[in-house]
């Protein structure tokens, strides 16, 4: 079977689900890599959200897998109810916005050094964040550490990198 995701803006406590997004409102697909590439509608509202200015700006954000293990007596996916789904409005984010930013870890990825895969390349921001990868159909098939290494860390999307910030080199391709 094929595993769902849902991203979600967490509250400080990194587990209350403050907000989500659907990706059937952008014409994506749930699966994780059917929507987790550069250029992607759906990937591009969640960062709308994650710019300066972007309602949840610097929040803590987790692709949350449905197949996730449960952190409470459920897992996130499972706590996105109807009350606190949004709706950003469509459109990639501006690419001058080019650094997914990490401020739990004080680490950065550059959008733009991505590797293309025939005219393909990968979202780190789904990727990086995900909840559960690995467990059902439609997951990333590739082995790396990088897998949901920024689950529920704080989290923007940025023109310039914040001093003392680490560069991850985001290298994946399917």
């Not at 509250?11 to 409102?25: C, F, L, M, R």
Request: proline share 6%.
């Amino acid at each position: 079977m094929g595993q769902y995701y849902k991203p979600a803006f967490l509250g400080k406590n990194k587990k209350t689900v403050k907000a989500w997004i659907y990706s059937h409102d952008y014409d994506s697909g749930l699966k994780l890599m059917e929507h987790s590439w550069i250029l992607n509608e759906f990937v591009g509202a969640v960062e709308n959200m994650l710019i300066p200015h972007g309602k949840y700006y610097k929040s803590p954000i987790v692709w949350a897998g449905d197949y996730a293990d449960n952190d409470l007596k459920t897992n996130v996916y499972d706590r996105c109810k109807d009350k606190n789904k949004i709706e950003p409005p469509k459109g990639v984010v501006d690419p001058i916005y080019r650094y997914l930013v990490n401020h739990t870890k004080k680490q950065y990825v550059d959008k733009m050094t991505v590797p293309d895969n025939d005219g393909w390349r990968i979202h780190p921001l789904p990727l990086l964040t995900c909840e559960g990868n690995g467990r059902g159909g439609g997951d990333f098939r590739g082995e790396s550490d990088l897998i949901g290494s920024w689950a529920r860390d704080v989290i923007s999307v940025e023109k310039t990198i914040p001093e003392g910030y680490k560069l991850i080199v985001f290298d994946l391709v399917e």
